[in-house]
């Protein structure tokens, strides 16, 4: 029997083989290069390309910044649940890696009978005590449990690279934020700063009503504009505030935990990006959303051939060795010794329209994730093009408004000496203030956008990011 039973598994295991499809990356087609890359000029500027490794948002040289960026990769929650699911899916990958191995359990009892006379049965008591180890191991011909542990394993990657996709979106929003803020800092100087002139302005014009040289209609008109530009004010106040408490809770704090840290004003961080010969199939190698999804496709895959594997019969062989006697000191002593070797075959063939069901719900699945997999190409060639074109525009808009809230504050200088040398009306220093806080307003909320655009393209090409996802050993053993 031992030899008949060898000699099956043996045949078994040599014809072993896992039914359903092997899976195969998809060969999507990709453009050689981005449309929006900058020209040749552009991008021979001094700012580091994307594929400079480094933690870009240090070569800012911000130290609030960085240590925000490191509290928010040690303590957000979000990044944290990731990390949980994460292991998660580790430890169910580990958990179905051990079906491959037989499982052996051990078991023990003592029993007392008493044999009714009313039955037949004489009146004695029978005792009995056993001991024994049973294995069972299923011998997987067609490659079930295999096709399992695939899909588990690609599952785990997935998650791992969840993890990854959710770093960069954290990091990238914590920096784009700071950049807001930072941005709306300023703009809330320009205001105050001219809030300031025109308050000096209405002085002036208020000393010359009394002295009988202007009307009330100039002092109006002169208060007006104060007043208007004192209303910009509390809306960019706000702003600001928001701003400081997103960055708290993005670091894993309440959201009050850095106003205080962050109400000292400092400059708008210059982020510039290029390309630095990145092309769609770099950027589609590296996203982690992508990879993320091509693990799932992995998966869908394999559950192909798990639900394949049940049209073929599966086959088990069990064991079990021990000792049985009437007296528990008797256990383990020659003569009361027990086993049994056993192959068990369970096939289901009557049941083979719900076999043929999960094996179409299965290939629907895969479908669903092919379909999901090259929309998150197409998503993120979108993405990085329309990161790229933003920012060269904004940066485009930045240096023309820098010219201009220049002239700007020249020309309402010249207005206000003119104004006192007599040789201009009020109106005209008015529409030169007004006209200065517009421009200066405008430069610094192009600054900010243009800064905030190069976070967005380091954040579509998933470029200059730390490698800090958890990478376990038991992935790496079955990469």
């Known amino acids: 029997m031992t030899r008949t039973l060898a000699l099956a598994l043996s045949t078994a295991l040599l014809a072993a083989c896992s039914v359903g499809p092997d899976y195969v990356r998809p060969d999507m087609p990709l453009p050689g290069q981005f449309v929006r890359a900058p020209d040749a000029a552009a991008a021979a500027s001094d700012a580091p390309g994307v594929a400079d490794t480094r933690e870009f948002w240090r070569r800012l040289g911000d130290p609030v910044l960085d240590r925000i960026v490191d509290d928010v990769l040690a303590s957000n929650r979000d990044l944290q649940a990731a990390l949980a699911n994460f292991d ?154 928001a701003a400081m408490h997103r960055l708290g809770v993005l670091t894993g704090r309440t959201p009050d935990a850095l106003v205080a840290t962050l109400a000292e004003v400092a400059p708008i961080p210059a982020v510039r990006a290029t390309l630095d010969g990145e092309t769609p199939a770099s950027v589609v190698r590296r996203r982690p959303d992508i990879a993320a999804a091509e693990h799932r496709l992995h998966a869908a895959t394999a559950r192909i051939g798990i639900a394949t594997a049940d049209l073929f019969p599966r086959l088990t062989l069990g064991g079990l060795i021990g000792s049985q006697a009437v007296d528990a000191g008797a256990l383990f002593e020659s003569g009361s010794g027990t086993r049994l070797v056993a192959l068990g075959i369970d096939w289901s063939f009557l049941d083979i329209g719900r076999v043929r069901a999960r094996i179409r719900a299965a290939d629907a699945g895969a479908d669903a994730a092919l379909s999901q997999y090259q929309q998150a190409v197409l998503l993120a060639l979108e993405d990085t093009e329309t990161a790229l074109l933003r920012h060269r525009r904004t940066e485009d808009e930045a240096a023309r408004l820098a010219q201009a809230a220049a002239d700007s504050a020249r020309a309402a200088e010249l207005a206000r000496l003119r104004y006192r040398a007599g040789a201009a009306d009020l109106l005209e220093v008015l529409d030169a203030d007004r006209v200065r806080l517009q421009a200066e307003d405008a430069l610094a909320d192009a600054r900010t956008r243009a800064a905030a655009s190069g976070v967005g393209v380091y954040r579509a090409l998933a470029g200059g990011w730390p490698e800090r996802a958890v990478r376990s050993p038991v992935l790496a053993r079955g990469r």
């Open 88 to 241: 998660r899916a580790n430890a169910l990958l580990r958990g179905a890696r051990y079906d491959l191995l037989p499982t052996i359990t051990a078991q023990a009892d003592a029993s007392r009978q008493r044999f009714s006379r009313d039955e037949g049965g004489d009146g004695s008591e029978v005792r009995s005590y056993s001991a024994q180890a049973v294995a069972s191991w299923e011998i997987d011909v067609f490659g079930r449990v295999r096709r399992g542990v695939e899909a588990q394993r690609s599952e785990a990657w997935a998650a791992a690279a969840d993890l990854d996709a959710l770093q960069v979106s954290l990091v990238g929003e914590a920096v784009r934020t700071y950049v807001e803020l930072r941005g709306t800092q300023e703009r809330l100087r320009v205001a105050r700063e001219n809030a300031a002139n025109q308050q000096e302005s209405l002085r002036i014009v208020q000393v010359r009503v009394d002295a009988g040289r202007d009307n009330d209609f100039d002092l109006v008109r002169s208060r007006s504009l104060l007043e208007a530009t004192r209303a910009r004010i509390p809306a960019l106040e706000a702003v600001e505030g």
